[in-house]
């Protein structure tokens, strides 16, 4: 696989790229960002997720525990109960931050956790235990699943788990066999996604909109329009380069180097999340916006918040901006709101300046309060709407700044 740092960035990718930044940095500091990447196949979505395991930094752990069980706050059924000192006694070790991957084969046991075999058919101590599935495992890491609109049609039991995984931060998993009792754990993971919504069965949010609304943030993949990012995406998917490249032993260490910068990356840039917060001026900018536009789901706002402080985190800023607010619109309520509310929505922040904005209703006047499209509620369902409309109104009407 093509290290990330080699993955070519041009305009139809590059908030991909931001948003796996985001959730890595997210995740390290305990707190989940779910992330879908919609577009066409063969656009790279699953290529640059898959690719950031490469860069993701290392965790402390309890000495062998599967659950990954930070050591200053133990979760797990082994070892939630223990003290300090016998955690010490234990020892931690330095692992990878987990990253796993649901396949559209998987069963319940699998994706949840079920009975360990290996323990059940030990010859000489044999017992009924049970073995927690992928996501309990990746706990404080990542877990990916591709075309998730395929597996939300085909699996609703496993597409339920997903539900109350990512109901809450952190969310929980319930772990049930027949003869063992129930364990329920809390599990903080950061679910990526992808999925191609022109192929059957067609989008996420009209085959679930419950799993759909659970993701924070949604990006559209656009094509390459590049001849010179074209020409270098073919040179390093070629047989020639790659068998060049895995001959040249120094690319290893280069390689490792560069992960090394974005590891240092993001730890910086966590320590920097975990002081920053976002002023109650854009608090309220928020709220306002959710009130004003009539969004249905509060996650929305949540996610615009917590995109809002990652974004300008990534941007090495020493403060939260309007501009990094704004910026989220479109990427959390892509799959929320009918593309007709979002286009209105993302004139309406364009078009003000920051004396008369949506800051404060004082400026609005009379005759708006009397014109009965100011709350408009005409809209056509995003069903109705070809992919690419939302991409042109991505591109073209992202509020520039203030």
């Not at 956790?113 to 235990?129: K, N, V």
């Amino acid at each position: 696989m093509i290290p990330f740092y080699k993955l070519e960035r041009y305009e139809g990718n590059e908030a991909l790229f931001e948003l796996v930044m985001m959730s890595i940095v997210s995740s390290y500091v305990g707190e989940p960002l779910h992330i879908h990447a919609e577009g066409l196949r063969g656009t790279g979505k699953t290529t640059i997720m898959r690719a950031a395991r490469g860069i993701l930094p290392t965790i402390e752990r309890i000495r062998g525990c599967i659950y990954n069980c930070d050591p200053t706050a133990p979760h797990c059924p082994h070892h939630k109960n223990l003290s300090a000192e016998e955690i010490a006694a234990i020892g931690a070790e330095v692992i990878p931050m987990p990253f796993l991957e649901i396949s559209h084969s998987a069963k319940v046991g699998t994706v949840a956790g079920s009975i360990d075999l290996a323990r059940l058919t030990d010859p000489t101590h044999p017992e009924a235990q049970l073995l927690p599935g992928l996501i309990p495992q990746a706990h404080r890491g990542i877990i990916f699943i591709d075309e998730i609109n395929r597996l939300a049609d085909t699996s609703p039991e496993i597409t339920d788990i997903l539900l109350d995984v990512m109901g809450n931060k952190p969310g929980h998993i319930q772990i049930e066999e027949a003869g063992l009792p129930v364990v329920e754990i809390p599990v903080n993971v950061s679910v990526w996604a992808a999925s191609n919504p022109d192929e059957d069965p067609g989008p996420l949010e009209e085959i679930r909109r419950q799993l759909s609304d659970r993701f924070d943030m949604v990006c559209y993949m656009g094509r390459p329009d590049s001849l010179d990012v074209l020409s270098s995406m073919l040179e390093e998917n070629s047989h020639f380069h790659r068998v060049r490249q895995a001959h040249k032993a120094e690319m290893a260490e280069v390689d490792e180097k560069k992960n090394d910068q974005y590891r240092n990356d993001i730890i910086n840039w966590a320590a920097q999340y975990e002081k920053t917060d976002l002023p109650d001026f854009l608090r309220n900018f928020i709220a306002r916006l959710y009130i004003k536009h009539n969004l249905e789901s509060i996650r929305a706002i949540e996610a615009m918040q917590q995109g809002a402080v990652l974004h300008s985190v990534l941007k090495n800023r020493d403060k939260v901006m309007i501009t990094d607010v704004t910026y989220m619109i479109p990427l959390v309520l892509k799959h929320r709101v009918d593309g007709d509310t979002l286009v209105r929505m993302i004139n309406d922040v364009d078009s003000r300046g920051s004396k008369d904005s949506i800051l404060s209703f004082k400026n609005k006047n009379k005759k708006d309060e009397e014109n009965p499209d100011y709350f408009q509620q005409t809209a056509r369902p995003l069903k109705d709407m070809h992919r690419g409309e939302l991409v042109h109104t991505e591109k073209t009407l992202t509020p520039g700044d203030y």
